[in-house]
Every structure is written in C-alpha cells, then in structure tokens.
C-alpha cells in the first residue's frame, strides 16, 4: 500500500480531514475525498482549466497543485459559491452548455471580479486564456462575465 | 494522477533545505527541489520524471523576496509569474512573462522553476540573460552570487542540492527601451516558434532568443552583427544567424524554413523598432 | 398564455443552476467505497505484431484484481463492418489501440498495473496517409477483409484498404461536360483531428449476483449499447440497464460504443464488481475514436455564365485502423457530395479507406463540414475562373424545392427549405457589397469568403424515439424521455415543446435528465441533429394522446361531451365556459367525486415516433432516400490577414441557417456559434501531426490547440424559418450545421486575401506560407 499521510484541508470554509498519498494531486483529493466534484479533470496536465479552484484567492489548477501543498491554506471550489451574480449571469446568458468546462469559468470569473470590479476586455482575456470550453463560441461566456461588471461592483459575495 | 509515491517536505530555510536535500540524496531517495511544480507534477503523471522525495521550497523567506533594494531588483526564486507582472518592477520581465503558458498557470508557476525547468524554452530566462543578473545560489557552502553568465549555459548548471534562491538586477535596466516578441504557431496560448527579448543599451541591441534553438540563449557576437547599423538590416541579420550556436529547431511547433523565415521578420521588427527609440 | 407562448421564446436552461453550482453530475463524478479501477495499456506503435504480452509484474501488484487482454474478447466488433477487437489481437492497427486492461483497487493502483505490463512488438510497415493506402502493393491493414461479417450497406473491397465505396451516378456524365464551358479541379485535404469534448470518456460497469448488468456511460447511445452488450456477450436485453448522467460534450465521439465492453469485461473479471474505466485525455484523443479526415478530388464544369453542369467527386475518406462510422461517413459524404448545388450530371466515389491511424467515428456534420470545405473551395476558385461574384455563382446554384438531389431525392419546400433565403439575407448582414477584399494599409488586408452548408440527417431507416408523460399530484408534468443531454439544450427545448401544447408553465414541466434504458422509452442514438425532430414529435404524440385523456375523463366529471373540453393552464375547462374547470391536480391519479367514487386512474401519455418513407441506396448509383429533411444555410468569415508573415485575425463570422421554426432562440443560437467556433478551431489549427511512423506528435492539449475565449470573432447568427411540416412546431434539425461550411468559409476568406488558392488545411500561418510558396507538402 502506498504512504498516505492524513492532513487537514480548508474549503469553503469548512477544515476537512484528508487521507492522502502526497503525490495526490489536489483535484483528486478534493473530488475522491472530499466528494467536491465541481472542480473537473479535463487534462490532468494544467491544459483546459475545467478543474480550477480558488487557493488563497487565486486561481489554481487543482490537478497541478499537491493536495498536501493546500494545507494550511484556504481552499473554495464551485460548491463554495452561493447563488453569486457571476453565476446568475452564467444562467442568464446561456453561458452554458453540456456544464464540465462551466466551474472552471467560473472560479476564474469570480476572482477576476473580485480582484478587478471593472476589468478591461484585456484583462478578461488573460484571466480566461487558460480555460478551454468545447461547446460554445465563448461569447456567451464573455457576456456574463461582462453583465456583471457593468453592474457598478464586482461580486464580493460568499 | 502520479502512479508512485514520493515523500513531501516543507523546510523553512535554506540551511534546513539543503540539508534535507542531501540526507535524502544519501538514503536513495532522488530528491527534487520543488516550487510552483506545474512542471513537476505533470511530467510525473506521465513517468517522465521519478523521485521519492520533493523538497517544496516555497515557503522559505528567501525565496519569496520581490523588492529593491538600493539599485537592485531582488526576486525571490519561489516568486510566482502573476506575483511579477502585477508588480511590474521590471517590464521587460512583466511582458516575457505574460506571454508564458496561461494565467492560472503562472498564478501557480514560479521564475525559479521556469528557469530551472527541464523544459527547453525557459522564456523568461531572456530578460535576465539581456540585463546581465546576478544569481544567488545555495548550497552546501552557504550562500553565492554568481554572474547568470556563468550560471546559466543553455541551462541553469547547479552542483547537486543547489537551490537557485534569488535573481538579482541592476534597476537601471527596467527603465531601457525593449522590445519582446512571441511568435507560435497559432494558438496564442502555446510553446514558442520562437521568443525574442531585446532591449538597447548605450545605443547597442541586445538580445536573446528561445525557441529557435534546442535551449535559450544571448550571444554578444550576434548583438555585435545586428547593431552595425551602418549596415542595411537584412545583411545583418544575414550575418546573425551564420553565428547562431545549434541547429534552428525543426519540430511541431514550426519547420525550421519557416522559423528562419519568421525569425528574420522578427528580428527586422525589433531591429527597426529599437533604432527608432532613442 | 396565448398561443406559442413558450415556443419561440428564450427559455433559460433548464439545467443551468446544477451546471454553475457542480452539482451536475458526470460519469466519472461518482465514487464509493468498493469501486474498483480500470486503465488501459495502449499500443506505442501505429502497426506492429504484438508478439508476447507479459502481464506477470502487473499481476504481483499488491492492488491488482484482474488483468484482460485481447485473447479474452474472442469476437469482432463494428457498427456496419465487424472489423475491431475490443483488445487488441495478433496485431495493433493504430497509435494508441487498446491492448490490454487492469482492474486494481484505487485508480493509482490501476495506473501502476497498467504501466507494468510488459508488451513486446515488431514494427510493421505503416500506412500513414489515405494516399499510401490506396498505392498499388500498400502494405494490407485487414488482411482478413473478406471475411469480416458485414451488415447492409457496407461493403469493403478484400485485398485492399476500402473499407467501403459509396458510389453516386447521376445523369449523364459526357453531356455535362459536353454543356461545360468552363472547368476546374483540384485536390483538398482535410486532416485528421479530435472531438476534444472537455469530459473524457468514462463508464462504470457491474453484474449482480442475479445476472443484472448496469452500466453508467458518457455516451450519446445508451439503448445501443444495451443491445450490443446484449448481443456480443449474450445477455438478456432486459437485463442491462444502462444509464447515461449529463454528457460533458461529445459531438459525435461519444455515439460509437467500444469502451463500455471493456468496462464490462473488466467487471465479470472481478466477479461482476462496480468497475469505473477511467480515460485519461491522451486516450481519450488516441485511443477513443477520432474525428475522420478526407482527402478530396473536385471537378466542376460550369457553362460561361455560371450554371453548373457537371460534378465528378473523389472523397476518400481516412477511416483510419478501423471501419466504425467512418463507413457510414462516407455514404453521408456520397449522399451530399455536391453540396446544395443544383447538378444534373454527378459522379461520385466516396471511399472509407484504412490506415495505420487512430479510427474515426461520427463527428459533428457527419463528412459535411470534410466535403463541403471542398465543394465550397471548387466553388470559389470557379467563380475566379468565370470573373462572377462568387455569392452570385451560389445563388445561381442554390438547391431548391423541384431539383433532385445526388440519390435522386424530389426536393419539396418543406424538406429543402430555401438556401437562397439564407444567401440574401447573409449578403446583408455581412456587407458583402463592400468588397470581398478591402486593403487596410501596406501590411493589412481585409478579405471575407462565403461557405454553404447543407446536411440531411442518415439514420437507420427504422430509427425510433418515444416519450412518457406522467403527472404529479400538483399537476405538473414528467416527461421520460431517452435522448441525452450533451449540452445541446435538447431538454430545454423538449420541455418547451410539451409546456406549449399543453399551455402549460415551463417551471411545470420536469424533464427527466439522466437516461436510463430500463425506464426511459427509448431513443435511438441523440445523434445527427434528430433529437428535437424525432423526440419533439414523439412528445407531441403523448401530449395529444393526455389530453384526450384529460378530455374524457373530463367529460364525466364535468357532464359534457369530450369535444366541448379544452386543456390548457393546468386546467381541463369548458370551451365556451372556462369557468367551469377541473384542474390537472385533481386527474393526475384519477378524479374522485365528492361522494367517493373515482373515475380515470393515472394519466400516463405515450407517444412514438419512427422514421418514414427512408430507404436503402442502390448500390450502382446511389438512388434512395437518406433521410427525411435537409437542413440548409450560408455562412461566412472575415479576416484580417498581415501579408508579411500570414498571421490572421478571425473578425467577424456569419451564419444564416433555415431553421424551420426556431424553438429557443437562445439555444439555438449558441449552439450554432458553438459549432462556428468549432469550425474555426478545425480549420485555422487542428489536426494530429504524425511522424513518418504513424505515430500522433499532439496527444493532448498542451500540443493539440483549440480556440480560445481571446481567439474569437464577433458572431453574427439569423435564422430563415421555412417550416418542416412534419417536424414539431416546423422546426428542423439544428444542431451540428453550425460548423459545416465554416472552414470553406475561413479558406476562402484567406485565398482571397492571399490571392491563391489555399486547400488544405489546417491553416496555421506556416501552412499558409507553404501553400503560398507552391510547396506540396
């Protein structure tokens, strides 16, 4: 059996107990362990971004991220945003559609708004580079986002 | 997913490090030095690299230093690539790298590991490579600053358990006039065709070149060729690339017709463009 | 509620709060104490004898349950053509084929197994393009051709590499040329790419003690695979249950069944266990099948003012190592070989052809977006010839109600819809009169090019497609229905279609959105762009046969004839007295009179739907009916390209799509962008690089780019709504027809801004200047 180490995480504000080998790769951890299966693998390989989380407030791909690497620190995946304005305005301008790549744009979304209230389209476009969606013409996407920054403030909620 | 299994430290200093490193060297272990490890993890994934042992050096203090001090830009080896450009001490070093891989990647991405990577573009080596920085490196014997000329020769070239801790700039060179581009193949998101940073010092250009070649590299003999510019552009650049050091790479990024093709656009661009600057 | 008060309106999604919260769940979301692990060896060669296979390390794993290789699957699999191993036998056909599968306790553990199989090949010489598989003395991939089984209408050609020839003769070939003034041809390619869909491919399998098979699966085809696991491993039907979660997208790669007897295989090597087959992306992208390249031979002869006369078509298609729905692909690509082009004189062989290289499988379009990048190419490069406006020469063309398509089909108005519709109005929104090609300065220049599309959907003549409506006791309604939700919003639209004609609210209508075989009517395959067509009519079958329900029941309740009931908002009411009214509620489980006694039971709708009036094609000259309708639009794409280096901007991209009756237009729309965005991908950058040993230099998406949020134009989306009588509310299929004439549209938007002839792609800046430079390669 390998060498799993128990450790505590932090998500969505909540301390959580893990069991884990330390070559476990955060994504793993938080979808086989924790049961949080927002965060997607698309890649594994830090290519699409379906599988971003927020680690101290920035964005990070949870598959090229160590589990044992978070502790300590604040973990907030998709199930950690309560009906937020960025994800009200996903629903509101059909940003979605089959939904894998969706918790992605969105933690990307999310701490753009909160870190810029009024990002320029520049600074939307490298924030979302990372993020890879299959279905859609990304416009959609560029919609929502957009609708919520015109709303005077960025989403400070949850 | 890794398929093996390896140990994970956190040391808090570099002595404390170093030492872990060679402990762990001396009990078969292979250990690794381990920063933003986007690398790490996912040539793990696809048995690409082994050790039974990372040594994430991120939460040393010296690692994570970005200031200046007096003259100098200082900046810490475990610094993430977002953590520079919003800083933006050194622009030149902002723009390479915000052309490098994605922002959530360099939200997670470190200039240490970039530069120490087995990857062989290394994109933002260049920067450093035109401003002519000092490494401080670790080890064994404590603390050394060394030339990046001397250190840095197509790779970074560290004795076992060294730990690259810091880049050291001379301040003056953020304010230069420079130029950086990145070509691909397509996708703006991708390795390079290739990469070109110059900037201009006492009226001669520098620069340095990723992707054209197998590793990184600045060579004083090819700035020499296309600052005579008593020259018309093309015959320098004609002469420039007699002195490149190794083979323009010919892989799936780009044929190596239409790199050199793209190349000496390329550097038409920059030569024209930091000519006109004064 | 007034008439078409959800129809034609914007509905949101109705699963768009799971999707942006994570509750949506996925195949692979699910885990549980006890669930085991599958992962697959794949093959490193693109053609090689397997010559031993040493599972022995593997085995001595401490995690290690149960190691399969191909010797365990004594039978050959296949759509049309039984022409595939589950696991590879003897021999490996493609870079990336399925060799060998360990079950172990953790995914880690599966992963460890995985990688200590021992496999030891010899290199065979590979067939790595279209062009050296039809060479004389090709080196054979199916020595066995001949004795495949074979299924109607496939039909491979022994001692070779065609898998299959569609073939098209109609008219008279020597008086179209004879009528021809002007000629051209030239050749195109298309490579070989991925469905990339964002969620890998992943199933879950286990057998119960009692012989119940379950199986969960990201598939577009959960009653086929029923059926085959049913057949290949002698299964009661009613014993297998397959359920299908939301899809992470699929566009086509997720329709062909393979891994799922894998998946099943793997459980009954574990006593029937809970096995989860986990797909990593460079599977996904190599081993899984792929999406089918072309290489394309186009003549046109035109009279001087532009009337085309004769069309003589090679379409060879790269099925790759095995025949899958490549075959069918190519008797589509035959079906539409001209495009919606009005040609009396046409001769066409489209060809499956076998090489050493991933195989392919239905991919959004279904060979149209492959044939019409060269059609649509042709077209232009003859409007050159003949100095006409190449919208012009279209218009001149356009297919219509009267003409006969390439299998001889009578086009009627409602079948065809009005492609010159979509060109008039494309003209406009477009600009099209200012200039195909604009210079902007010395570096810059401006072009845009035109690209058509036409597509009729070929199913199985037979296909068919139910739907159950049940009620709940506060009147709303559940619609049980077997179509997948990939992403494309079809259970939007369907709960749209059934909250119409009941006038009922949408927030009433529960669709259900996992498929399960066993209590889902079922759906054919959610495939081709059929499910609104095809699931639509059969809800509206079950919707009429509840209201007459409602109706009678009704009439005793409410001491009148059935006729004089009408129902509507939730209600059965007097037509000329809504007044008087029993609401739903109070008849979901029978209506009760005061005094106790009952009346009715459970309402409970049922309605079908099969396909009609389709046919077989003769196999000489492919006369037959394909498909019940076909979709038609115009599209277009506007660069800015810098003539230095061949580096390009995607402006702006335009589709004008006859629609029938849009349901959503919301939906519709971004499902249409989605698949222009798709097209722009294909064709500005996608496509697997091979080596010269066949093997794929881009496994993955580090290698393997896709369009991005900051690559991408300003979308421009209309619809023509000509209706489709038999399709529900008029509409027709839409789904796929997005992405079919968008990379004609991009290669002719950049030919005319380079001013040559740009034909093949993908077009990368370096792939431009070759072509520009002459080069062949």
């Not at chain 1, 390998?2 to 998500?11: D, H, Q």
């Not at chain 2, 200093?13 to 009990?27: F, G, K, N, P, R």
């Not at chain 2, 007699?242 to 083979?247: T, V």
Request: proline share 4%; net charge neutral; glycine share 8%.
């Amino acid at each position: 059996m390998p060498e799993k180490k128990m450790y505590n995480l932090y998500v969505n504000d909540e301390e959580a107990s893990v069991v884990a080998r330390p070559s476990d790769t955060l994504l793993h951890v938080l979808r086989d362990q924790l049961g949080l299966t927002g965060a997607k693998p698309g890649c594994e390989n830090g290519d699409c971004d379906a599988c971003t989380v927020l680690v101290d407030g920035k964005p990070i791909k949870s598959c090229l991220m160590l589990a044992i690497e978070a502790e300590g620190k604040h973990v907030k995946t998709i199930e950690g945003l309560k009906n937020t304005r960025i994800q009200k305005a996903f629903v509101e301008n059909w940003a979605i559609q089959c939904g894998y790549c969706t918790p992605g744009f969105i933690m990307n979304g999310f701490a753009l708004l909160n870190q810029h209230s009024n990002p320029d389209s520049e600074t939307i476009n490298d924030w979302l580079s990372g993020n890879l969606c299959r279905c859609m013409g990304y416009a959609e996407i560029k919609a929502a986002i957009k609708s919520v920054m015109t709303s005077d403030h960025a989403d400070k909620s949850s | 997913m890794i398929s093996f299994d390896f140990d994970y430290y956190q040391p808090c200093s570099i002595a404390e490090a170093v030492s872990l490193y060679h402990q762990l060297l001396a009990a078969g272990k292979l250990p690794i030095y381990y920063a933003g490890g986007t690398e790490i993890i996912s040539m793990a994934r696809m048995n690409q690299l082994f050790t039974k042992a990372v040594i994430d050096i991120k939460t040393i203090p010296e690692c994570n230093v970005l200031h200046v001090e007096g003259s100098k830009l200082v900046i810490g080896s475990a610094v993430t690539l977002t953590q520079i450009e919003e800083s933006n001490l050194f622009p030149l070093l902002s723009e390479v790298s915000k052309r490098t891989a994605d922002r959530t990647s360099r939200n997670k991405m470190t200039i240490g590991g970039n530069i120490s990577g087995k990857l062989m573009y290394r994109e933002t080596v260049l920067p450093f490579l035109l401003a002519d920085s000092q490494l401080v490196i670790a080890g064994n014997n404590g603390f050394k600053t060394v030339s990046i000329h001397e250190a840095f020769n197509e790779r970074l070239h560290l004795q076992s358990g060294e730990i690259l801790v810091q880049l050291i700039t001379e301040q003056s060179y953020s304010t230069l006039p420079f130029k950086t581009v990145k070509k691909t193949k397509q996708s703006a998101i991708d390795y390079p065709l290739l990469t070109l940073a110059a900037l201009k010092k006492d009226g001669q250009i520098r620069a340095a070149f990723s992707g054209v070649c197998r590793f990184p590299f600045r060579l004083t003999e090819i700035e020499k060729e296309i600052s005579q510019n008593q020259m018309v552009v093309d015959e320098r650049i004609d002469r420039a690339l007699k002195l490149f050091p190794a083979p323009i790479l010919d892989d799936i990024q780009g044929s190596k017709e239409y790199r050199e093709f793209v190349l000496r656009n390329t550097l038409v661009e920059i030569i024209e463009w930091l000519e006109g600057v004064s | 509620m007034d008439e078409s008060m959800i129809v034609g309106k914007n509905h949101l999604r109705v699963d768009a709060w799971e999707k942006v919260t994570g509750n949506a769940k996925f195949t692979n979301d699910y885990t549980a104490p006890g669930l085991l692990f599958a992962r697959l060896v794949t093959s490193p060669f693109a053609h090689a004898k397997i010559k031993s296979i040493d599972t022995s390390l593997a085995l001595k794993l401490p995690g290690t349950k149960a190691v399969l290789t191909g010797q365990h699957f004594p039978f050959l699999t296949g759509s049309l053509l039984k022409d595939r191993p589950v696991l590879a036998v003897e021999k490996v056909r493609y870079h990336g084929e399925p060799v060998a599968v360990v079950v172990a306790k953790s995914d880690h553990e599966a992963k460890l197994a995985a990688e200590a199989i021992q496999v030891e090949y010899e290199p065979l010489p590979v067939v790595n393009t279209v062009l050296d598989a039809l060479a004389e003395g090709a080196p054979l991939i199916h020595e066995n051709l001949g004795m495949y089984k074979v299924v109607k209408p496939a039909a491979p050609e022994p001692n070779t590499n065609i898998a299959h020839r569609q073939k098209i003769r109609k008219g008279n070939m020597e008086k179209g040329w004879a009528n021809s003034e002007v000629v051209v041809e030239a050749s195109f390619s298309y490579p070989k790419s991925d469905h990339a869909a964002m969620e890998t491919r992943c199933i879950r399998a286990q057998i119960s003690a009692g012989g119940n098979v379950t199986i969960y699966s990201a598939s577009q085809s959960p009653f086929v695979i029923k059926k085959l696991i049913s057949r290949y491993f002698n299964v009661d039907a009613g014993k297998i249950t397959v359920h299908t979660p939301f899809v992470g997208g699929s566009f086509g790669g997720k329709a062909a069944v393979c891994l799922e007897f894998i998946a099943y295989m793997a459980s009954k090597a574990v006593n029937g266990k809970e096995v989860k087959l986990v797909i990593s992306r460079e599977q996904d992208m190599l081993s899984a099948p792929c999406h089918i390249g072309l290489e394309a031979k186009v003549k046109l002869g035109c009279t001087k003012d532009g009337l085309i006369q004769a069309a003589e078509l090679s379409y060879w298609f790269d099925g790759g190592a095995y025949a899958d729905q490549g075959l069918a692909i190519a008797r589509a690509g035959a079906v539409d070989c001209t495009g919606p082009y009005h040609i009396e004189n046409v001769w066409c062989d489209s060809l499956c052809v076998y090489t050493n290289r991933p195989y392919a499988t239905s991919f959004r379009g279904f060979g149209h977006s492959e044939l019409m990048f060269a059609i649509e190419r042709a077209i232009d490069m003859m409007a050159k010839k003949l100095n006409i406006d190449p919208l012009v020469l279209r218009q001149k063309n356009a297919i219509r109600a009267g003409n006969t398509t390439p299998t001889q089909v009578v086009l009627t108005r409602s079948n065809i819809g009005s492609l010159i519709k979509c060109l008039s109005r494309l003209k406009e929104i477009i600009n099209w009169d200012e200039g195909a090609r604009i210079e902007i300065d010395e570096n810059k220049v401006r072009a845009k090019g035109i690209g058509c599309l036409w597509k009729a959907p070929t199913s199985a003549p037979n296909a068919t497609s139910g739907a159950v409506l049940s009620f709940n006791n506060d009147g709303s309604v559940n619609l049980s229905i077997g179509a997948v939700e990939l992403g494309q919003g079809t259970k939007t639209v369907l709960a749209q279609i059934v909250a119409e004609r009941l006038k009922m609210d949408m927030s009433k209508v529960h669709v259900t959105m996992e498929v399960d075989t066993r209590t889902n009517p079922e759906h054919w395959k959610t495939v081709a762009s059929t499910a609104t067509f095809m699931v639509g009519n059969a809800a509206l079958e079950a919707v009429k046969d509840v209201i007459a329900q409602l109706r009678q029941v009704g009439s005793v309740a409410l001491r009148c004839s059935p006729e004089q009931l009408e129902v509507g908002y939730e209600k059965v009411y007097l037509k000329h007295n809504p007044n008087i009214f029993i609401e739903i509620k109070d008849m979901a489980a029978g209506f009760m009179f005061p005094n106790g006694n009952a009346v009715g039971g459970q309402l409970i709708g049922r309605g079908n739907f099969i396909m009609q009036h389709l046919s077989h094609l003769d196999p000489t000259t492919g006369r037959g009916v394909p498909g019940p309708t076909w979709t038609v639009g115009a599209q277009a794409i506007e660069i800015e390209l810098d003539k230095r280096d061949f580096t390009y901007k995607i402006l702006r991209a335009a589709s004008v799509i006859d629609a029938g009756k849009v349901i959503n237009y919301k939906t519709a729309e971004s499902v249409t962008m989605g698949g222009m965005c798709m097209g722009l991908s294909i064709a500005s950058q996608e496509g697997f690089q091979f080596d010269s040993n066949g093997l794929v230099q881009n496994p993955n998406f580090r290698s393997y780019k896709l369009m991005r949020l900051t690559d991408i134009p300003e979308y421009i989306v209309e619809f023509v709504e000509t209706p489709q009588i038999d399709g529900p509310y008029g509409a027709r299929g839409l789904g796929e027809h997005g992405v079919i004439g968008i990379p004609g549209a991009l290669a002719n938007s950049l030919s005319i801004a380079v001013g040559g002839e740009l034909n093949r792609l993908p077009l990368t800046p370096e792939n431009i200047w070759k072509q520009v430079r002459g080069d062949s390669k």
